[in-house]
């Protein structure tokens, strides 16, 4: 009887061995949930970012291998953030909420800022001139600050008729038609642009006045005849190898004049103060260094004897006497 009731003690499982059985078989299923989890993690991870490349590259314009570009800046803003601050920064955000809706309302897309700068593309020739015409109209009735209208050059100026002609920010535009490479920034996550029509639109825009819309050639024989330009000649662009024939769009209801093209009208310096500093505290090191230099070529000159030049004379001949010629 004491054997059996061993036998059988040793076979019934104790509270033990059960709890180790359901830790074993908690730490597994763990050990699989977070598998899953990581792998699902990394899969949706993917596929948003496919999915998300896809769609960009979709939605921006280019599909065909051509695009519109257009560049934008204000001018002056580096002497109109010097004067106000706070004034330049409300009127920053005014000019960058209309640009904005007007890229949704003509289609465009837009690439990237870099400041106060605008880089958007379109598909479509005639939204994007009018697109850069209506901006030019929402600038002039926006409800600017009032500071800022004291400010050069954002003073309202009245034509002879008691039209409005400047009032605000005077934004620049510069476009181009041709051939785009594409690609999507993982960054950004939008698509960005490359290749010579980039670098024509961005030099067009260079070349323009505050309120001025400049086009090339290749993008003014697509508009339609409704829409007006005017031949400003022919100028050699930086980078570009042949000059480029510039247009500016013209419009009854805004009429502007503007100086001649300068080619060699410099753009607003963005400054980097702190940029500055560190190129000084780079710059020390050589300036003490060369200081030190001279100080040492001072003392070397000073401690070296002089010794006095001496100029040679021209051997002269002596002519014979003539005691000589009569012996």
């Not at 594409?182 to 070349?207: C, H, M, P, Q």
Request: with cysteine; hydrophobic share 35%.
């Amino acid at each position: 009887v004491s054997t059996q009731s061993t036998w059988a003690g040793n076979c019934i499982p104790t509270n033990d061995s059960n709890n180790n059985r359901t830790v074993i078989i908690i730490m597994i299923v763990v050990i699989l949930a977070s598998i899953l989890v990581i792998a699902f993690g990394i899969t949706w991870y993917w596929f948003t970012k496919t999915t998300r490349r896809k769609r960009e590259l979709k939605l921006a314009p280019g599909n065909t291998g051509y695009a519109v570009l257009m560049f934008t800046d204000i001018q002056s803003s580096t002497d109109i953030w010097e004067q106000s601050e706070l004034t330049m920064k409300n009127a920053l955000e005014i000019h960058n909420n209309i640009i904005r809706s007007l890229i949704k309302v003509f289609d465009g897309y837009e690439v990237k800022t870099h400041g106060d700068s605008f880089m958007i593309a379109f598909d479509s020739p005639t939204n994007a001139v009018k697109m850069a015409t209506e901006m030019q109209f929402m600038l002039l009735e926006a409800d600017w600050p009032k500071d800022l209208l004291f400010i050069n050059p954002c003073q309202l100026e009245l034509s002879l008729d008691g039209r409005k002609l400047w009032c605000g920010l005077r934004v620049r535009v510069g476009m181009h038609y041709g051939p785009v490479e594409r690609e999507f920034d993982n960054n950004s996550k939008l698509v960005d642009y490359f290749g010579s029509t980039v670098n024509s639109a961005a030099r067009i825009e260079a070349l323009a006045y505050g309120g001025q819309i400049l086009i090339s050639e290749a993008l003014s024989n697509l508009l339609p005849n409704d829409i007006h330009t005017k031949y400003l000649g022919d100028y050699t662009l930086k980078g570009i190898k042949e000059p480029v024939p510039i247009y500016q769009i013209q419009h009854e209801q805004l009429k502007r004049e503007f100086p001649q093209i300068d080619i060699h009208k410099k753009k607003d310096i963005k400054v980097d103060q702190e940029a500055i500093q560190i190129c000084l505290l780079c710059t020390r090191p050589l300036k003490c260094l060369c200081q030190n230099q001279t100080r040492r070529r001072a003392t070397t000159i000073t401690k070296t004897p002089l010794t006095p030049s001496v100029t040679k004379q021209p051997s002269q001949r002596t002519q014979p006497n003539d005691t000589e010629d009569e012996a």
